[in-house]
């Protein structure tokens, strides 16, 4: 059955770097797009940024542009969230998700990962 596991978040302090990691299996990785979304501690999940199945189309929530580059390793099944110049208000539980279909910064995606928690803290 399909499966994502998110791997590589911590805690870090603020300007700090962390890349996540977003290992998939269980089906045709490189016809799905990816999506990084986060929830932070009261507050609904929100989507940070999608990439579609090929790699051409990116997308990224305003908070994080500039400083977090998403990537898609079709070959090696995993996609990646770098995230630099990181700043508290970036804690949460990120997640990684797949669809098939549109890369979205939406919630309509049909598997997702148990999340990684990122904690930007001094």
């Known amino acids: 059955q399909p499966l994502l596991v998110e791997s590589g978040g911590g805690l870090v302090q603020p300007g700090g770097s962390l890349r996540l990691s977003c290992a998939a299996s269980?089906?045709?990785?490189?016809?799905?797009?990816i999506g990084w979304f986060r929830q932070a501690p009261g507050k609904d999940r929100e989507g940070v940024s999608a990439i579609s199945h090929t790699g051409d189309t990116i997308h990224y929530a305003d908070s994080v542009k500039g400083r977090f580059t998403i990537s898609k390793d079709n070959a090696n099944n995993r996609a990646y969230l770098q995230m630099n110049s990181l700043k508290p208000e970036d804690t949460g539980v990120y997640y990684c998700a797949a669809r098939w279909g549109l890369a979205l910064l939406s919630q309509e995606y049909d598997y997702w990962g148990q999340g990684a928690q990122v904690t930007v803290s001094s």
């Open positions: 269980g089906f045709t990785f490189d016809e799905y797009a």
